[in-house]
């Protein structure tokens, strides 16, 4: 995909440096989040403050819970795989009282399940991939109408093996995200 992008006015966030060392796009405005939904939603607040950025990206990695994806895939669709108040009623997923417990942008893509632990195993969960801090960048970015892309790449596969597939692949996903989107040709 191509996107008009402007590094001195993007703001890519990031949960991990290991994802995206700073060193390999050192023109960017790369910044780490921290793991899980509280510290992606307190690091995107900060950093759109300091920076008000005209493009918010977030990039790191994601289980599939989808056999046939792999590689760097953009998402579209954000959606919180750990809330539950089944038990008040209300659908699993939802957020009550809340409207955006489900956010697509108007681009294509894939949709992720974002929670607060690593998957290694099936849950209830409806998405092609899942990830711990997209959902609270992506409801950031929709409610104050900021431009908002996303993309992951794809790490695991959710699964017994999740761990060490994560390991191994950590590195793999900073050269594609650059070669593919920050280095457009």
């Known amino acids: ?41 307190l690091a995107v607040a900060k950093f759109y403050q300091i920076y008000k ?12 819970l989808n056999d046939n994806l792999n590689g760097l ?18 659908p699993f997923g939802d957020t009550p009282f809340d409207d955006l417990s489900s956010i697509t942008y108007d681009y294509d893509g894939y949709s992720c399940g974002t929670g607060d632990s690593f998957v290694t195993g099936k849950q209830n969960v409806i998405s092609d991939i899942v990830d711990m801090e997209s959902f609270s960048i992506a409801k950031f970015c929709y409610i104050n109408h900021i431009n908002f892309y996303c993309f ?34």
Not at 34 to 40: E, I, L, M, T
Not at 73 to 90: A, C, E, H, W, Y
Not at 156 to 173: I, R, T
């Open 53 to 64: 950025p005209d493009l918010i990206i977030n990039f790191g990695t994601a289980g599939s």
């Open 73 to 90: 895939v953009q998402i579209n669709t954000f959606k919180q795989r750990d809330m539950d108040v089944s038990p008040l009623g209300f």
């Open 152 to 185: 992951k790449f794809i790490s695991d596969h959710a699964d017994a093996d999740a761990v060490n597939d994560w390991s191994l692949n950590l590195k793999n996903g900073a050269n594609r995200f650059i070669k593919n989107i920050l280095i457009q040709k």
């Open 1 to 41: 995909m191509k996107i008009n992008l402007d590094c001195k006015k993007t703001l890519i966030l990031v949960a991990l440096e290991k994802e995206l060392p700073k060193r390999m796009a050192p023109s960017w405005n790369v910044h780490y989040t921290g793991v899980g939904k509280v510290n992606a939603a």
